[in-house]
Nanobody, 116 residues
Framework: VQLVESGGGLVQAGGSLTLSCAASGSTFSINAMGWYRQAPGKQRELVARIIGAGSVTNYADSVKGRFTISRDNAKNTMYLQMNSLKPEDTAVYYC??????????WGQGTQVTVSS
């Protein structure tokens, strides 16, 4: 599975961005998809994930109510709509997919910078 991320950039606090993650290759084996982020000097953390065709989603407490994860199965693309962005959301955001029977694939990362 190959993943291509897009949509990162610089935005002011309170603004919005939408990240995209387009999957190709053995997409039929994808069981779950998610977004992680890593800020400078911090560990990588799970932001949101979507399981199966999209009926189950989970969010980190820090982004609940502000971020929305979604998946377009026809396009094999996952999205992360980020609203009310805060400076603490600044990080490199990574797309990840979990495949059956096991294993994961990671995107190259996209930088999100939120200025105060």
């Amino acid at each position: 599975v190959q993943l291509v991320e897009s949509g990162g950039g610089l935005v002011q606090a309170g603004g919005s961005l939408t990240l995209s993650c387009a999957a190709s290759g053995s997409t039929f084996s994808i069981n779950a998809m998610g977004w992680y982020r890593q800020a400078p000097g911090k560990q990588r953390e799970l932001v949101a994930r979507i399981i199966g065709a999209g009926s189950v989603t989970n969010y980190a407490d820090s982004v609940k109510g502000r971020f929305t994860i979604s998946r377009d199965n026809a396009k094999n693309t996952m999205y992360l709509q980020m609203n009310s962005l805060k400076p603490e959301d600044t990080a490199v955001y990574y797309c990840v997919v979990i495949v059956i029977p096991g294993g994961s694939y990671w995107g190259q990362g996209t930088q999100v910078t939120v200025s105060s």
